[in-house]
């Protein structure tokens, strides 16, 4: 046999199981009589943006997650937080239910323990204890404990009992059906439950309501004094109150919750799966979706993500919606991004067909010891910029695009030499000054050649070949002004050819040439450092000596 709790548990939910059933089945009855065209016009899908093509619904659904999909993620955090607050609400209802029943029960016994002290006289309580029976009334007011106890099955007993230091001796106790009263006089033991009140009760104190489960079951004892007409305490009118059914209630009412709690359960997680299915789930899986079947190869498809992007509409209300529309403008920004890339690109080509062009003339009048300087002065210029930027010094000239500018166009520091005849740029020995004035002519011959190959592209494209411009025309001036051919001096000098000015005098010290051997590293820099503050710009030169490591691992590399 099943207890209360489960007795009324199975029957509510076999109450409600067939409620739910009978009505899913005329539901279903009537979507299979109603006609399609019909029903459409009561279906709520919910949907917070454009409908999905049933192809592309397909291939969403196809999508497999790596760990745990969203979806079964939102149904367990709702889940676990409904029944966390179920249990919650559950517990705290059963409680205060209970509480109130037990102070129900409670008032119902003072109102009692009321009557009993008014059905007999307070004086004659040592009459009654001796006489019994026999004492005048006695039986009229024990007759109205009994049929007290006969008003409601609650009621267990109703006794008057007399306090002393050695127990309780009975004034009125009647019998029940199933036991029977003590008589006039008789002693009673202290119950283990008013030991702690017994102080109280000698004095003829109110103690407050008793609960025990002891010999008798779970009782409700309320004791309250009776004085005689002199003020002292003659006895206590009690009542006992069978509390056994508040426990049935009590799970009843567990029961009906918890049966009642399932439903709105499932009520719950179905919202829950709803709008979590339309708000999130649908939304982010079909942004996922649409941004990875994206193409950019053409100008055409790139118009067309941005398109299907937009045509999502995606208007949840919420963060979803500033995520859809933070990628929409990724989208678009990063469509405009390639565009521009593609257009320095087409700048690079002219660049390099301009560049080929200029300098086809240099074929027959190249200097023979330049293979190698012109790729390890730009490896030195690269260096030294590192260095800069790790220090902070120059650091709002050195992004990375002014670097790369710098570095790719460091090979044309010297292109203007084409114009110096092979006899002086190859001389063995040291050049006339007239020879020389010509050889200090390749700064302006290179800075010429550059500004014709800067014709051929516009003005905002020509970011590259105008440090190639500065690198060639600049590379020879000096910070204290003696250099040429402009006789510049400090930060009037282009940073870019500041920077050329220590790698190229650094590799020709270290270079074997045909008038000369190559210097030592060590001597080499110690030339570079005593060109400090006059002919280089002191930050470069600190710089230079900082990354000296690598500076070493340049000048000893042989390129190919």
């Known amino acids: 046999m099943l207890n209360v709790f489960w007795s009324q548990m199975a029957a509510d939910v076999a109450v409600d199981l067939a409620d739910k059933t009978i009505t899913v089945l005329i539901v279903a009855l009537a979507l299979r009589l109603i006609p399609e065209s019909i029903q459409e016009n009561f279906f709520f899908y919910g949907l917070q943006q454009a409908p999905l093509s049933e192809k592309v619904q397909a291939e969403i659904d196809k999508k497999v997650s790596r760990r745990m999909s969203l979806r079964p993620k939102i149904i367990l955090l709702v889940a676990v937080a409904t029944l966390f607050t179920a249990v919650a609400v559950t517990g705290i209802s059963f409680v205060h239910f209970r509480q109130a029943s037990i102070e129900e029960q409670t008032d119902l016994a003072r109102g009692v323990v009321k009557v009993i002290q008014e059905s007999f006289d307070h004086d004659r309580v040592e009459e009654y204890m001796t006489l019994g029976e026999a004492a005048e009334g006695y039986l009229e ?114 029961a009906r919750v918890i049966s009642l709690f399932l439903g709105f359960f499932v009520m719950i997680l179905t919202i829950a799966i709803w709008l979590a299915e339309y708000n999130v789930i649908l939304p982010i899986n079909t942004m996922a979706y649409t941004t990875g079947t994206f193409a950019f190869d053409t100008e055409g498809a790139r118009a067309e993500a941005v398109e299907r992007m937009e045509q999502l509409d995606i208007r949840t209300g919420d963060e979803i919606e500033n995520l859809y529309r933070a990628v929409v403008q990724t989208t678009e920004d990063m469509v405009r991004y390639i565009a521009h890339v593609q257009r320095q690109n087409a700048v690079i080509g002219k660049l390099q067909n301009g560049l080929i062009l200029v ?106 070949l105008r440090e190639a411009r500065n690198l060639a025309h600049y590379h020879h001036e000096k910070w204290n002004g003696k250099g040429y051919p402009c006789g510049l001096a400090g930060e009037d000098i282009p940073l870019s050819a500041r920077i050329m000015a220590v790698a190229d005098v650094f590799d020709a010290l270290v270079s074997r040439r045909s008038y000369k051997e190559g210097f030592p590293f060590e001597k080499a820099m110690a030339i570079i450092e005593e060109g400090r503050g006059n002919h280089f710009d002191p930050a470069i030169v600190d710089a230079f000596v900082n990354a000296s490591d690598e500076v070493r691992r340049v000048m000893q590399k042989r390129f190919g």
């Open 141 to 254: 007011s024990e007759a109205i404990l009994s049929r007290l106890m006969q008003s409601t099955p609650n009621i267990e007993y109703c006794y008057v009992y007399q306090i002393r230091e050695d127990g309780c001796y009975v004034v009125f106790d009647p019998d029940t059906e199933d036991t029977p009263g003590g008589d006039p006089g008789a002693f009673q033991e202290f119950d283990d439950a008013f030991m702690k009140y017994k102080a109280d009760l000698l004095a003829g104190k109110p103690i407050p309501a008793v609960t025990s489960n002891e010999t008798y079951g779970w009782l409700l004892t309320v004791y309250s004094p009776v004085y005689d007409s002199s003020g002292v305490c003659q006895c206590y009118a009690a009542v006992d109150i069978n509390m056994n059914h508040i426990a049935a209630n009590g799970y009843q009412f567990l």
């Open 359 to 464: 300098l086809a003339d240099m074929v027959e009048s190249r200097d023979q010891c330049t293979g190698d300087h012109v790729r390890k002065t730009a490896a030195y210029a690269r260096i030294i910029m590192e260095e800069l930027k790790r220090e902070g010094v120059y650091a709002g000239q050195l992004t990375d695009a002014y670097m790369d500018d710098v570095e790719n166009s460091a090979p044309l520091h010297d292109v203007g030499k084409i114009q110096v005849p092979d006899a002086i740029l190859n001389k063995p020995g040291k050049l006339t000054d007239a020879e020389f004035e010509q050889m200090k002519q390749h700064t302006t011959a290179g800075s010429e050649i550059i500004s014709r190959a800067m014709a051929m592209v516009s003005e905002d494209d020509s970011g590259y």
